[in-house]
């Protein structure tokens, strides 16, 4: 499976931007999905994951609330739908897929995207 996220931008505290990960190759729709993010100088940071039936969505405890993933199998496309941004969710955001039962854990994940950028000014 191969993965593009973007959506990445500059925006100001506060506002919304939505990233997307489109898939290519591969079974998307049997792939639990994730994001998670890399700021510079910290560790990757799980951000959300979706399972692949879209039963089951789990977020990190700093999104919660804020951000909202979603899925469409038949587009084969995962989508962060993030708001009330903060200085602090600045990162690299990279998008996975993989078949793991933890979807918190980066193990979990067999394929990756190459990340889009999101850049909040205050």
């Known amino acids: 499976v191969q993965l593009q996220a973007s959506g990445g931008g500059l925006v100001q505290a506060g506002d919304s931007l939505r990233l997307s990960c489109a898939a290519s190759?591969?079974?998307?729709?049997?792939?639990?999905m994730g994001w998670f993010r890399q700021a510079p100088g910290k560790e990757r940071e799980f951000v959300a994951a979706?399972?692949?039936?879209?039963?089951?969505?789990y977020y990190g405890d700093s999104v919660k609330g804020r951000f909202t993933i979603s899925r469409d199998n038949t587009k084969k496309t995962v989508n962060l739908q993030m708001s009330s941004l903060k200085p602090e969710d600045a990162a690299n955001y990279y998008c996975a897929a993989g078949g793991g039962h933890y979807l918190s854990r980066a193990l979990s994940y067999d394929y990756w995207g190459q990340g889009t950028q999101v850049t909040v000014s205050s």
């Open positions: 979706i399972t692949w039936n879209s039963i089951s969505t």
């Open positions: 190759g591969g079974t998307f729709s049997g792939y639990n």
